[in-house]
């Protein structure tokens, strides 16, 4: 299996931050990474497929870069609602793993 | 919009079987892959597997001798079946449509609410 690291698993931030979160992969994954947003009691919801490209209905403020094994998702300007736990997923190979999660918490 | 709805029993005894459906609607089941994703309370996402329209299917190793999907076109739905199931397999539930897969960047683009699956006697 393709392991999926996050980092930093959490961190605090204020509204208008500029934030950061990281995932590398075990092993080359091309550009096959996914990144979603999951609010507490709710499912997730994917805001980045092929490593950079913003899924519909996204707002800007959020980009994904990165290729073979590194990747980051930034968050331009942090909003109120951006509160969050952030999760990366490889769709390379099966099974598509998940990292650990990354919590994005109010400073 | 397509939306999807689990369902299914939220309290499963031990060694007994844990069954789900996904219910698809705005769209139909067919030409997509279709996941499951399981999160057990406090943690993190793991994938379970998917399966085609035409029933082909892929599990996550782990899983793979427990786990058994299956669809139904006519109903518009697919389900999981997970069997033996033990305290560590408590977790909320979520199915999933796959998309993307023919552009060659499969994501995971409509989800379901999730369904609680508590194991315990």
């Known amino acids: 299996d393709i392991r999926m690291t996050q980092s930093p698993s959490s961190l605090s931030a204020s509204v208008g931050d500029r934030v950061t979160i990281a995932c590398r992969a075990s092993q080359n994954i091309n550009t096959y990474l996914n990144w979603y947003q999951q609010k507490p009691g709710r499912a997730p919801r994917l805001l980045i497929y092929g490593a950079s490209s913003l899924q519909s209905g996204v707002p800007s403020r959020f980009s994904g870069r990165g290729s073979g094994t590194d990747f980051t998702l930034t968050i331009a300007s942090l909003q109120p609602e951006d509160f969050a736990t952030y999760y990366c997923q490889q769709s390379y190979n099966t099974p598509h793993t998940f990292g650990g999660g990354a919590k994005v918490e109010i400073k | ?121």
Request: include cysteine; aromatic fraction near 12%; charge should be neutral.
């Open chain 2, 1 to 121: 919009q397509v939306q999807l709805q689990e369902s299914g029993p939220g309290l499963v005894k031990p060694s007994e079987t844990l069954s789900l459906t996904c219910s698809v609607s705005g769209g139909s089941i067919h030409g997509y892959y279709w996941s499951w994703i399981r999160q057990p309370p406090g943690k993190g996402l793991e994938w379970i597997g998917y399966i085609f329209y035409s029933g082909t299917t892929d599990y996550n190793p782990s899983l793979t001798s427990r786990v058994t999907m299956s669809v139904d076109t006519s109903k518009n739905h697919f389900s999981l079946k997970l069997n033996s199931v033990s305290a560590a397999d408590t977790a909320v539930y979520y199915c999933a449509r796959l998309g993307g897969v023919l552009t060659g960047r499969p994501m995971l683009d409509y989800w379901g609410q999730g369904a609680l699956v508590t194991v315990s006697s």
